[in-house]
């Protein structure tokens, strides 16, 4: 039996430039953090012919093509494991849909699996490639590339988008007590929306493939926004950053009518007067996680519970896409 967890994740900032649409014609940049909350895959032998794939559904196929699951089909054809008679399962922390960049960690937990089956090992690089590859050019979704490198490389890590495609993972250099700081006063709470991401990035991509103005200097600006988080945090400086948070939303709003609701600012509204500096939704927005930089954590605790928001406690993994038991 195999048994991998792939990280989930958190954006700190320059979200969006990880599109082909953007980064092949101005280069993206972002920083993004591996989180404690995790996809799991089990990989085991069976002792009858076929898959049996099990998810939020129960597949028992006697070949790939008959797999219906798209990401489940697509691993497998790329890897060709030697034995088709495999149960695979597939578990996590928090569901999908809710901003933590769950699809790239599947993808990652799973090609990490397979691969291991046969003894192939990979680096961190190679499975991020292979998930891109994977998730947008086999499976055509209109998503960056964000959270296959951050779950596969973890930590709090810079990524380049180059525009001839190749990627450039750095961890960023932080203090011990800037990781401590950030831990207990990044907050993050659950709006119980879920929402699809291919949805609100379709429309960025479509724009930033037509050279829309508007969406093109919108997104030079993330882009400096996520170098000037990198800069902010290096230097340990908190309380900017969490300004700078709020600087990242008000431009994140401007790029899709879907990213935000009447609901969500007023929640984001309530934080802002009760001990937050300053926060953003995660992900490509519409719903998922709220995460705020807190000077009064207790306070900003006290009114989103109030609110009906729950929290969820977290760490960094600074371990990423990892093969937890092999036997």
């Not at 509204?269 to 992900?283: D, F, P, S, Y």
Request: glycine content about 10%; some cysteine.
């Amino acid at each position: 039996m195999i048994i991998v967890r792939s990280p989930l994740r958190i954006s700190i900032g320059g979200g969006g430039t990880d599109l082909k649409s953007y980064y092949s014609k101005e280069g993206g940049f972002l920083v993004a953090a591996a989180i404690d909350k995790y996809v799991y895959i089990s990989l085991s032998k069976r002792f009858t012919k076929g898959l049996l794939l099990k998810y939020s559904k129960i597949e028992n196929c006697q070949s790939i093509d008959e797999v219906e699951h798209p990401i489940f089909r697509e691993v497998l054809k790329v890897l060709k494991p030697s034995n088709f008679s495999l149960e695979i399962d597939s578990m996590a922390d928090i569901p999908a849909g809710t901003g933590l960049g769950s699809s790239g960690s599947f993808t990652t937990a799973l090609i990490k699996a397979v691969s291991s089956f046969d003894y192939k090992v990979l680096g961190p690089n190679e499975v991020a490639e292979l998930a891109c590859h994977i998730e947008i050019e086999r499976l055509g979704e209109p998503i960056g590339k964000q959270d296959q490198y951050i779950a596969s490389y973890g930590g709090v890590t810079s990524f380049t988008f180059n525009k001839d495609g190749s990627v450039l993972a750095k961890p960023l250099e932080l203090e011990r007590q800037t990781i401590y700081d950030l831990e207990d006063n990044l907050l993050l709470f659950f709006t119980g929306f879920s929402r699809s991401a291919s949805a609100i990035l379709k429309d960025q991509n479509v724009k930033s493939q037509s050279n829309n103005r508007e969406m093109i200097e919108n997104l030079n600006y993330v882009k400096q926004l996520g170098l000037r988080s990198q800069q902010l945090l290096e230097s340990g400086k908190l309380p900017e950053f969490g300004e700078l948070m709020h600087e990242h939303w008000e431009h994140k709003k401007r790029r899709s009518g879907g990213m935000s609701n009447p609901q969500i600012d007023e929640w984001y509204q309530l934080a802002i007067n009760n001990g937050a500096i300053g926060g953003k939704l995660v992900g490509a927005g519409g719903g998922g996680f709220l995460m705020f930089l807190a000077d009064d954590r207790n306070q900003l605790r006290k009114v989103m519970t109030q609110a009906g928001l729950e929290e969820v406690r977290f760490k960094f993994d600074f371990e990423g896409a990892k093969v937890m038991m092999s036997s």
